[in-house]
T-cell receptor
Framework: DSGVTQTPKHLITATGQRVTLRCSPR?????VYWYQQSLDQGLQFLIQ???????AKGNILERFSAQQFPDLHSELNLSSLELGDSALYFC??????????FGSGTRLTVV | DQQVKQNSPSLSVQEGRISILNCDYT??????FLWYKKYPAEGPTFLIS?????DKNEDGRFTVFLNKSAKHLSLHIVPSQPGDSAVYFC?????????????FGTGTSLTVIP
């Protein structure tokens, strides 16, 4: 157990639907990062939150959004899902900007 | 735009031999580099790091070499063990115009043959 908790572990949904992925960071970590790992790409950075505020944005589609709540947990919302959104979604947390602890990921399958 | 590249998707090495995993980057602002190891169905775990003020960092069987002029780093595992079989990601970070987040390579799947 890395201390970063992601739920659910697996998710199967249909195209056009909306899902929410949840991440609880390691205790004391203020930064939360979301990454997408698909078959032909490495870990693609999506977005970072620091203490409730958006800190940096990467290759995140407009159909995707995220937020970090006062208790520091974060949610990644994926809407109008397409087949190509099927991937592993990782959350990571850190105290500062270096050295991440990753969660075990959520495997999303869009059918 | 892939700023960190691992051009070898897979590598097979005999147990006891050296494994060399390579990584190239394009952004000269990157100044901190990590290697992560990932087993199936698990999140990546930190393996070893190096900052740009050094050209080598060693931790047990793992050594990372950094060649800043070539924008290249490599991970050496000596001797390789079957338990090292995993996907290895390199990652780079620096004070870029998009923040300090890490950029990851696509990974190299290492198989160590007993």
């Amino acid at each position: 157990d890395s201390g970063v908790t992601q739920t659910p572990k697996h998710l199967i949904t249909a195209t056009g639907q909306r899902v929410t992925l949840r991440c609880s960071p390691r205790s004391g970590d203020l930064s939360v990062y979301w990454y997408q790992q698909s078959l032909d790409q490495g870990l693609q950075f999506l977005i970072q939150y620091y203490n409730g505020e958006e800190r940096a944005k990467g290759n995140i589609l407009e159909r995707f959004s995220a937020q970090q709540f006062p208790d520091l947990h974060s949610e990644l919302n994926l809407s109008s899902l397409e087949l190509g959104d099927s991937a592993l979604y990782f959350c990571a947390s850190s105290v500062v900007d270096y050295g991440y602890t990753f969660g075990s990921g959520t495997r999303l399958t869009v059918v | 735009d892939q700023q960190v590249k691992q051009n070898s998707p897979s590598l097979s090495v005999q147990e006891g031999r050296i494994s060399i995993l390579n990584c190239d980057y394009t952004n000269s602002m990157f100044d901190y580099f990590l290697w992560y190891k990932k087993y199936p169905a698990e999140g990546p775990t930190f393996l070893i790091s190096i900052s740009s003020i050094k050209d080598k960092n060693e931790d047990g069987r793992f050594t990372v070499f950094l060649n800043k002029s070539a924008k290249h780093l490599s991970l050496h595992i000596v001797p390789s063990q079957p338990g090292d079989s995993a996907v290895y990601f390199c990652a780079a970070s620096g004070n870029t115009n998009t923040g300090n987040q890490f950029y990851f390579g696509t990974g190299t799947s290492l198989t160590v043959i007993p």
